[in-house]
């Protein structure tokens, strides 16, 4: 690891001013205690800071973990309290555990797999829930449900409980945040908004909901987690493991190519999975990388990953401090959790997939539909989308666009698109169907320059093709085989079921050729 650089010490201690009330606030969207969020926002970065690849991503707690962290564990523990505190911790062992072994089985390309319809739309879908779960705080409304929308719609429909001076409170936070980095980028609205709460709270009586009290201390190892919740826990972990590499991912390819630096996505997933770990073994709960933090990491002049360290120590080095926090009014937390997700309540992104491919949108309206429906547990959201894509590909992998034409006695066949096992009977039936409706045609030529792959199943299905229509003494020739695909055929055509097939001289049966020339246009189109 390279040596720590000046630019490095002054920005992580930037981002760690910054990183402690948002530590706190995404705790309570979690559902864990707010000290544990800044045992995360301490453990994360340094042990992430030793391993990952990009020089800017800064880890630590970050909205939609958090959402995904309170949506696996909100609909059957109690939250808010130690037990609570302790399932999170182990979720976030599962987590890094898994991003730790994608990583080291050199499976980091799955960072590229994930559709952008899939990731816009649960996107959105989240930046809803989390602003919807704030507003009962950010109000001062009191209500008793785990599911963000319905918390949301509920403080909305008591404008009689309303409380009015935090809500100029964290309309205030949320308004700095958000219109702070106009003035500048680098400008730390989240630290200047937070900060001016907590003194207005030390110095008036306000006479609203404030965080509580904070334990001081520093960080302490444990392993005393639920074990026996493992199991009911997994799917969640390699969910938010899988998910939540998406926001990372982006930020340090971003960098990456902004800088023009190689950026390793195995070492990133390993580096992201011993900061879960690490988190979870000092008590915190499943982390991720933020791009706001990253953001003003890389303007403040980091460039090196000792600015991580240095965010993890200064943050581990106000954990003494941190009773002096317990008067952060909650409504100056929620408009700082708002304020994070105004970026992401966009749905042009979403409806523009619409012009794209209708498909496409199909499975968007499904993601951004099924996280709502299935809020708080938003994972269901994902795996929909996910399993929806699948089924798009499949429905167009099926597809076989079969163009068709005569000129005198032949029959001219031009596939378009994947000759595989799924598709390959099409091409039979449809040239088996155009000569019972031609009974004059008594020759075929298939042009095949437009199929992108042909797969064993395909190349059989070809072979049979030429060999059912030569004993009908319909003569079969295929012109323009792919150079990739050329060997396979040539190798199947070559072949019968028991081994190789000499061709006897005159014999119909056999009376094929492979060539690559492409054959002339259409001259009559088909009826």
């Not at 399932?87 to 797999?113: N, P, Q, S, W």
């Not at 938010?240 to 340090?252: D, T």
Request: charged share 15%; glycine share 10%; hydrophobic share 50%.
């Amino acid at each position: 690891m390279v040596r720590p650089t000046r630019g490095d010490l002054v920005a992580g201690i930037t981002v760690a001013l910054v990183l402690v009330p948002q530590a706190i606030a995404y705790a309570l969207l979690a559902g864990v205690p707010p000290v544990h969020g800044l045992y995360a926002a301490a453990a994360a970065p340094i042990v992430a800071g030793l391993i990952g690849s990009s020089p800017y991503l800064q880890t630590g707690p970050v909205a939609l973990t958090s959402l995904l962290t309170f949506g696996a564990l909100a609909p059957s523990i109690a939250v808010g309290t130690e037990d609570y505190a302790a399932h999170a911790a182990l979720l976030a062992l599962i987590v890094g555990a898994t991003r730790f072994a994608v990583g080291a089985f050199k499976g980091g390309f799955v960072a590229y797999l994930m559709s952008q319809p899939v990731v816009a739309a649960f996107t959105l879908a989240a930046a809803v829930l989390i602003a919807g779960s704030q507003l009962p705080a950010l109000l001062g409304v009191s209500v008793a449900s785990d599911n963000p929308l319905v918390a949301g719609v509920v403080a909305l429909s008591k404008p009689g409980q309303w409380a009015w001076v935090g809500i100029g409170i964290g309309v205030a936070v949320l308004l700095v945040t958000v219109f702070g980095k106009r003035l500048h980028p680098a400008f730390p609205g989240a630290l200047v908004g937070s900060l001016a709460a907590l003194v207005l709270a030390k110095l008036v009586t306000l006479g609203v909901a404030n965080v509580g009290s904070l334990p001081s201390g520093f960080l302490v190892p444990s392993l005393d987690l639920p074990w026996t919740a493992t199991p009911s826990l997994l799917l969640a972990g390699v969910v938010i493991a899988l998910v939540g590499f998406a926001e990372p991912a982006s930020i340090a390819r971003q960098y990456a190519s902004a800088d023009r630096r190689h950026w390793d996505p195995d070492r990133e997933f390993m580096g992201q999975g011993l900061a879960n770990l690490g988190s979870g073994l000092f008590g915190g709960y499943p982390v991720g990388g933020s791009f706001s933090r990253s953001a003003l990491n890389r303007l403040s002049g980091a460039r090196t990953r000792w600015s991580g360290v240095v965010t993890g120590l200064a943050v581990l080095a106000t954990l003494p401090a941190a009773p002096l926090l317990s008067d952060m009014p909650k409504a100056a937390l929620a408009g700082l959790i708002i304020a994070s997700v105004v970026p992401l309540l966009n749905p042009d992104p979403v409806w523009r997939t619409r012009s794209f491919s209708p498909a496409q949108f199909g499975v968007a309206v499904v993601t951004f539909g099924v996280s709502l429906a299935a809020a708080p547990r938003v994972q269901w959201g994902v795996i929909a989308g996910v399993a929806c894509a699948l089924v798009v590909h499949l429905w167009r992998e099926l597809r076989l666009d079969i163009e068709t034409w005569r000129t005198d006695d032949v029959l001219n066949v031009r596939p378009q698109g994947v000759l595989y096992f799924g598709s390959a009977p099409l091409l039979e039936t449809r040239i088996l169907a155009e000569l019972a409706d031609h009974p004059s045609l008594d020759r075929v030529k298939l042009h095949l320059q437009r199929l992108g792959r042909i797969d064993l199943t395909g190349a059989l299905v070809l072979r049979a093709i030429t060999r059912d229509l030569a004993r009908a003494h319909v003569p079969v020739e295929i012109q323009g085989v792919q150079p990739h695909c050329q060997r396979l055929v040539e190798s199947v055509f070559s072949r019968d079921e028991v081994g190789y097939t000499r061709r006897p001289e005159n014999d119909l049966a056999h009376d094929h050729r492979v060539e690559d020339t492409d054959d002339s246009s259409p001259r009559t189109a088909d009826a």
